[in-house]
């Protein structure tokens, strides 16, 4: 099946700083992929869709100044959350759903998540 | 205003028997409906989804089952193995390629 894969799974960096989390489609091409955060024993929130050569789409309640994103090819998205905090620490997950009729079906496929621990 | 709604926060059966994990939903909209498996720590992974065309879909020891007039779908799986534990979440979307909308989750365990 189609793979995402998220780099890196696991960090931890000082409060201040700034951490660049990537994801990628690694066997198929990606128009739009999506940020998800997931809280302890809380469902995944969307935090924002990824659009290849366009700006992003922010839900509401996430400050596009803080997580940003940038899509630069069909393949490649990246999550910069910058100036981290403490209660930026979470599980961020990326997905990516096929361009229509590259497959069979339109499930998204789930990188393996990163945990940011921000101390 | 949540849009997909797993009530029970967590299920328990026992091996071999049944496990129905239910999912309710508020947007008429929605139209493609989906499954997916999670352990801790892990990104989840697909397991199986129905088209709003549909009232049935099954997949080797998963079905799904989707009833549009109540807004309801539920997955079943028989029969059930310890692997099995994990959280299960329901999601729906509508159009392709657009956001998918996450129920909370549910805890599935299956005692031995």
């Known amino acids: 099946g189609a793979v995402v894969s998220q780099h890196p799974s696991w960090v931890i960096c000082k409060s201040g700083t700034s951490v660049k989390i990537e994801c990628r489609s690694l066997?198929?091409?990606?128009?739009?992929m999506f940020w998800y955060r997931q809280f302890p024993k809380q469902s995944l929130m969307l935090m924002a869709t990824?659009?290849?050569?366009?700006?992003?789409?922010?839900e509401q309640g996430v400050e596009k100044d803080k997580f940003l994103i940038n899509h630069a090819s069909l393949t490649l998205s990246t999550l910069t959350v910058t100036s981290a905090h403490p209660e930026d620490s979470s599980f961020y997950i990326c997905?990516?759903?096929?361009?229509?009729?590259?497959?069979?079906?339109?499930?998204?496929?789930f990188g393996q998540g990163t945990r940011l621990t921000v101390v | 205003d949540q849009q997909v709604k797993q009530n029970s926060p967590s299920l328990s059966v026992q091996e071999g028997r049944i496990s129905i994990l239910n999912c309710d939903y508020t947007n008429s909209m929605f139209d493609y409906f989906l499954w997916y498996k999670k352990y801790p720590a892990e990104g989840p992974t697909f397991l199986i989804s129905?088209?709003?065309?549909?009232d049935e879909n099954e997949d080797g020891r998963f079905t799904v089952f989707l009833n549009k007039s109540a807004k309801h779908l539920s997955l079943h799986i028989v029969p059930s193995q310890p692997g099995d534990s994990a959280v299960y979440f329901c999601?729906?979307?509508?159009?392709?390629?657009?956001?998918?909308?996450f129920g909370k989750g549910i805890t599935l365990s299956v005692r031995p």
């Open positions: 066997d198929f091409q990606a128009t739009t």
């Open positions: 999601a729906a979307s509508w159009g392709a390629n657009s956001k998918l909308t």
């Open positions: 129905i088209s709003s065309i549909k």
């Open positions: 990824s659009n290849e050569g366009s700006k992003a789409t922010y």
């Open positions: 997905s990516a759903r096929m361009i229509a009729g590259q497959g069979p079906n339109t499930e998204a496929f």
